[in-house]
Structure formats: structure tokens, C-alpha cells
């Protein structure tokens, strides 16, 4: 016990490139709900601008993670998770419509910056880039896939109520983050 290895948050799960990326959110809950904030936002858009803002989201991820490893940005892009689930979270609480090209916009300025973070801090472990690009976008992509399919099928009240307190308790976690983070 005296002479123990170096604790890690986590270590190489051994499952290869692409489902590192695809998992990646799961090690990471401050990444987790800056995506989550963004699916649920889409929920409350037209259906053509919640499909857009997905794709564009999953788009800006792959692209956010490419420029990670190209060495481009720092260490401030940590800060992309944070602002995505200050920004995004009191909109979904507050149930916000924009038009199709801002929803777009959006999820592809939050992706790149959801994407570059995300791959920063796993830059070490990265044997196979690509393969880690793809499936980090792939993971956007189906939880922005998922949010939607279940909003869509539950069309009662409290769905909604719920998917709004999640929103701001999102919201509420993003500051908390925000301070800690500012605190170091």
C-alpha cells in the first residue's frame, strides 16, 4: 500500500478507438449534460431545425475534435462544456424557439467546442484518431437522436415539465462547475 500507481479518473477500457470516443461523455458528466443540455434544446425546436441542429452538433464535434488533435486551441477550451450548459440550459428551461439557421449555428459552435474539449484531455490515449473523431461524433449524434425520439413519443405534460427542470438543473451544475473550475 505504501508504494502504489498513480490514480487515474479513468483508464483505457481497452474497447478501441471509436467506442472510447463513443463512450467518452459517460467518463466525462461535465461533457455529458453540455450534449444534453443541446438534445434537449433541439426537442423544443420545429423537427426540420431539431434534425439540422443534431447534425450540425455532431458535425461541429468531429470538427472540434480534428482541430484538438491538430494541436490548434488550448487549454481554455475546457471552458466549452461550461458555457454550453450556462447558455443552453436556461433556454431549455425557458422552452426557447429560434429559427432554423440559428438552431444550426448553435449546435455547430457548441459541437466545436464540445468536440475540442472533450478531446483534449484524452489526447495521450489516443492511438487511432480517426477512428476517436468518429466515434465521438457518432455519440453526438445518437444522444441528440435519443432526446428527440423520446420527446416525440411522450408528448404528455410532465415530459415536458420534466425536460424543462432538467434544463435548469443543468443550468444550476454548469455554474457550480464554473465556480469550481475559477476556484483552482
Do not use: K
Request: charged share 10%.
Amino acid at each position: 500500500m505504501a508504494i502504489a500507481a498513480p490514480a487515474h479518473a479513468h483508464g483505457d477500457a481497452n474497447l478501441g478507438d471509436f467506442y472510447q470516443g463513443l463512450l467518452q461523455p459517460l467518463y466525462h458528466l461535465e461533457f455529458l449534460l453540455a450534449a444534453l443540455a443541446l438534445a434537449l434544446f433541439s426537442t423544443h425546436q420545429e423537427p426540420r431545425a431539431s434534425l439540422t441542429m443534431c447534425a450540425s452538433f455532431a458535425a461541429g464535434v468531429a470538427f472540434g475534435s480534428a482541430s484538438s488533435l491538430l494541436g490548434v486551441g488550448g487549454e481554455g477550451s475546457l471552458w466549452g462544456p461550461r458555457l454550453c450548459m450556462l447558455g443552453v440550459g436556461p433556454m431549455v428551461a425557458l422552452r426557447l424557439r429560434v429559427p432554423a439557421i440559428v438552431a444550426m449555428a448553435l449546435g455547430a459552435v457548441a459541437g466545436i467546442a464540445q468536440g475540442h474539449a472533450a478531446t483534449q484531455g484524452e489526447l495521450a490515449q489516443i492511438a487511432r484518431p480517426v477512428l476517436w473523431t468518429l466515434g465521438l461524433a457518432v455519440g453526438a449524434g445518437l444522444l441528440g437522436a435519443w432526446a428527440n425520439a423520446v420527446t416525440d413519443r411522450f408528448r404528455a405534460f410532465w415530459v415536458q415539465v420534466g425536460v424543462r427542470i432538467a434544463g435548469s438543473w443543468i443550468a444550476a451544475l454548469g455554474l457550480l462547475a464554473s465556480v469550481l473550475a475559477l476556484r483552482r
